[in-house]
């Protein structure tokens, strides 16, 4: 009797530590997806200087 109940009672620990691993796995992911939408590199205009004025402005 003592047996299965400390069977039982590994059982439920385990399965709480599972859980627990898989839901902050899956936290981690959720981070680095919203990271790698604000670090677009194709956002950032480039730009050219006018050798003659020395005004920028942005290229093609």
């Known amino acids: 009797m003592l047996k299965a109940l400390t069977i039982a009672v590994a059982g439920i620990l385990t399965a709480a530590a599972i859980k627990q691993l898989m839901d902050g796995l899956n936290a981690a992911k959720a981070k680095v997806a919203v990271r790698r939408k ?7 205009t480039r ?14």
């Open 47 to 60: 730009l050219r200087q006018d050798p003659r004025t020395g005004i920028y402005y942005p290229e093609a």
């Open 38 to 44: 604000a670090a677009d590199p194709r956002a950032v």
